[in-house]
């Protein structure tokens, strides 16, 4: 079964790889699974298509994943609030061992 440049393409508005999909259909089902698929997005894909943002299923599913990838990322609220405790606790200790050191030298200079 050879497809037109436009089926595939409807396939590919809600199938990721449409040509494994088209190999696989014709190897268990039959041709009339791949018409019947093509023409049930058919409409949808037509409405679609032209949008400015438009997507097929694998670029879709592409942008989804880089989306969530990107979400682990951003740290939440309660993320920052430890990680700022972290900094001001270093600080504090880096203070203290600054005046410790500071009231140590100063003693061994008086003696």
Excluded: C
Aim: net charge negative; glycine share 0%.
């Amino acid at each position: 079964m050879e497809l037109a440049i436009k089926d595939k393409a409807i396939l590919a508005h809600v199938i990721v790889d449409p040509d494994a999909w088209v190999a696989h259909a014709l190897e268990t089902v039959g041709e009339k699974a791949v018409t019947a698929k093509i023409e049930k997005y058919r409409a949808e894909y037509l409405t679609k298509k032209d949008l400015p943002d438009y997507k097929n299923r694998a670029e879709r599913d592409a942008f989804e994943l880089a989306q969530v990838e990107a979400n682990k990322s951003i740290p939440t609220e309660e993320e920052l609030y430890e990680a700022a405790i972290k900094v001001k606790a270093k600080e504090i200790m880096d203070s203290e061992y600054r005046i410790k050191a500071i009231t140590e030298l100063e003693a061994e200079q008086a003696i």
